[in-house]
């Protein structure tokens, strides 16, 4: 083994493989020094901080432009918070107040005043709240940088192969980056949901982000960075560089081209059975377009996500222009749109809903929405108005009883209602579906199937809930694992109500799109896979390589095992059949 070999687990926050070199940021800005200024420099004082603020909000206000271009209108909205938090005047009113009562320099109190602000905001178990952190730091050292002139940094140049490690990255920094063309970010922080992870799954630019030490990497070091398998290696071996120089040969080209080359390889199983496969969405950009000129159907839209990059709450007008145009682009195709899957640590406005302590387990998707019907309402006619076309279906998440489906349905029938009556068209057909995500879900599915048109299980959630273990915390990853034989239970009990009950049934969450898994969801008719579209290319070429019928033997077999390590085991010894066949 090399000296310095380090493997990090972590999440895999934008996914694909990159294989370069490390470029370590460090963390933190070196402390604004406190200077001492005569009362007759005051008023100078406070008209550099207005310039600076000036210059902040011009060059935001740029990025935003530039980040529309390239990846799309909904996605530069990601700006606008920070615009909000750069012109802010009650906040620069305060640090004005302060230069003058005790003649400090402007960079230094503007400093301080952010980390008051942000110290509590980094803390808070709230993943809105501590993304306002970032944006507001981020803010705050363009200001302090622009007060700074002189002695700005110049700009960094990489070589080629360049992958950041860095304690933080803000969206702009992840912009600015990709433009440099960095390949890709190791970091100490940022969810799924957060700013930059949104930018960088936009810009396709791999993100792990895992709680490493400053130790385990310096420049220069070689470094595998994996955000679909949730890994990076730090100083890896020969082994693992060709190992991984194989796997990145298999899986060929780049994303776009690899989705553009999905129609020659129909994901049709060796004896003929088709197994559709769709992608999972966030955003637009330009996945999205590829994927709409190749007609890829769309499994799952997370449509939280318009709200999670935006400032404000959507009107009904600005949903039904996102998912109209969605709609048109893939009228060729279908579209599953899921309504807000929101929790009380998700929702910016304040006072919508109390903060919890546990809001992976509270009011979170449906729960929330039978809470606020008007949201859901404005939601549901949005999406509604935008059906005519006839190929949108809607997908209520963290359905965990049936009455909530009935009483979301209600709202639905109350909704074409009101539509109806004001004479504005709609598809009175659309489909409605649910996400089996709680364990209570699967368990009583066949209940649910009666009331639903089809359903699609999120083993993302349905394997946290089933496991209690936080899918997001890294220190029960090992836990973590849809392969637990006791997940696989709840997705085969689901599959066998929803045939029962003549619906198709999907799964949407990672595990989709797993190739390992691929013959156990086949064996267990599961009608279709949606997944990461990065998954796509290399599930279809697998599917040919499987007998439909052959397979149904193996789900007993692995159903029966004790551990997820016996169900693993099982599955590769399987596919290493296939491979060799
Ligand atoms: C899931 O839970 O599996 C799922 C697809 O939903 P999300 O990942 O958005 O929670
Ligand atoms: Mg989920």
Same mark, same amino acid.
């Given at each position: 083994m090399l000296k310095g070999r380090r493997v990090i687990r972590g999440i895999g926050v934008s996914s694909g493989i990159v294989m370069g070199t490390a470029r370590v940021i460090f963390p933190g800005e070196k402390k604004v020094p406190e200077v001492a200024i005569p009362p007759s420099r005051v008023q100078a004082e406070i008209a550099s901080l207005e310039r600076a603020v000036a210059r902040t909000v011009e060059e935001l206000t740029r990025l935003r432009e530039s980040a529309g271009k390239r990846i799309g209108g909904p996605v530069a909205k990601i700006f606008d918070a920070q615009l909000l938090i750069a012109s802010d005047y009650e906040f620069l009113q305060q640090v004005k107040e302060q230069i003058v009562s005790r003649r400090r320099n402007a960079g230094y109190i503007y400093s301080k005043l952010v980390g008051d602000t942000t110290l509590q905001l980094r803390r808070s178990p709230d993943e809105y709240m501590r993304q306002m952190a970032v944006d507001i730091e981020a803010v705050a050292k363009r200001v302090v940088s622009h007060l700074n002139r002189h002695r700005r940094r110049p700009q960094?140049?990489?070589?080629?192969?360049?992958?950041?490690?860095?304690?933080?990255?803000?969206?702009?920094?992840?912009?600015?980056?990709?433009?440099?063309?960095?390949?890709?970010?190791?970091?100490?922080?940022?969810?799924?949901?957060?700013?930059?992870?949104? =930018?960088?799954?936009?810009?396709?630019?791999?993100?792990?982000?895992?709680?490493? +030490?400053?130790?385990?990497?310096?420049?220069?070091?070689?470094?595998?960075?994996?955000?679909?398998?949730?890994?990076?290696? =730090?100083?890896?071996?020969?082994?693992?560089? +060709?190992?991984?120089?194989?796997?990145?040969?298999?899986?060929?080209?780049?994303?776009?081209?690899? =989705?553009?080359?999905?129609?020659?390889?129909?994901?049709? +199983?060796? #004896?003929?059975?088709?197994?559709?496969?769709?992608?999972?969405?966030?955003?637009?950009?330009?996945?999205? #377009?590829?994927?709409?000129?190749?007609?890829?159907? =769309?499994?799952?839209?997370?449509?939280?996500?318009?709200?999670?990059?935006?400032?404000?709450?959507?009107?009904?007008?600005?949903?039904? #222009?996102?998912?109209?145009?969605?709609?048109?682009k893939f009228a060729k195709t279908e579209v599953i749109l899921r309504t807000f899957d929101l929790g009380s640590d998700k929702f910016k406005e304040d006072g919508l809903l109390e903060r919890e302590d546990n809001p992976a387990l509270g009011l979170r998707g449906i729960r929330s929405m039978l809470e606020m019907p008007d949201i859901f309402k404005q939601q549901v006619r949005a999406i509604l108005r935008a059906s005519t076309g006839g190929n949108i279906k809607l997908m209520l998440p963290m359905i965990s009883d049936s009455t909530e489906v009935d009483r979301a349905k209600k709202l639905i029938a109350l909704v074409k209602y009101e539509l109806r009556k004001e004479r504005i068209p709609f598809d009175p057909d659309m489909k409605v579906g649910i996400m089996v995500e709680v364990p209570s879900a699967a368990l009583m599915a066949d209940q649910l199937a009666k009331r639903v048109d089809f359903m699609s299980l999120g083993t993302n959630d349905l394997t946290q809930y089933t496991i209690s273990a936080d899918r997001n915390n890294q220190r029960v990853a090992s836990l973590y694992t849809p392969y637990h034989p006791s997940v696989l239970q709840l997705v085969k009990m689901t599959v066998d109500a929803c045939h029962r009950a003549g619906i198709p049934v999907s799964i949407c969450g990672e595990v989709a799109g797993d190739p390992l898994a691929l013959p156990l969801f086949i064996g267990m008719g599961v009608d279709s896979l949606s997944m990461n579209p990065a998954k796509i290319f290399d599930l279809c070429r697998q599917v040919k390589k499987i007998d439909s019928n052959l397979v149904k033997h193996l789900v007993g077999s692995v159903m029966a095992s004790g551990s997820p390590q016996a169900v693993i085991r099982k599955l590769q010894s399987y596919r290493s059949a296939l491979d060799k066949n």
């Open positions: 960094v140049k990489f070589t080629a192969n360049t992958i950041l490690v860095g304690k933080l990255f803000t969206a702009a920094e992840v912009m600015n980056y990709r433009n440099l063309k960095a390949l890709g970010l190791l970091t100490n922080e940022g969810g799924r949901n957060s700013h930059m992870a949104m =930018i960088a799954r936009s810009l396709m630019m791999p993100v792990v982000v895992a709680d490493f +030490t400053w130790s385990d990497v310096s420049n220069g070091s070689r470094i595998i960075l994996d955000g679909t398998n949730d890994v990076a290696i =730090i100083n890896p071996n020969q082994t693992d560089w +060709t190992d991984y120089q194989k796997l990145r040969k298999r899986q060929g080209p780049a994303l776009i081209t690899r =989705i553009k080359k999905l129609p020659q390889i129909p994901p049709v +199983t060796k #004896d003929g059975k088709e197994v559709p496969v769709a992608a999972n969405l966030e955003l637009p950009g330009p996945v999205e #377009d590829v994927l709409c000129e190749r007609r890829i159907p =769309i499994g799952l839209y997370r449509t939280e996500f318009m709200y999670l990059q935006a400032n404000h709450f959507p009107t009904e007008e600005e949903q039904f #222009d996102y998912y109209s145009r969605i709609a048109e």
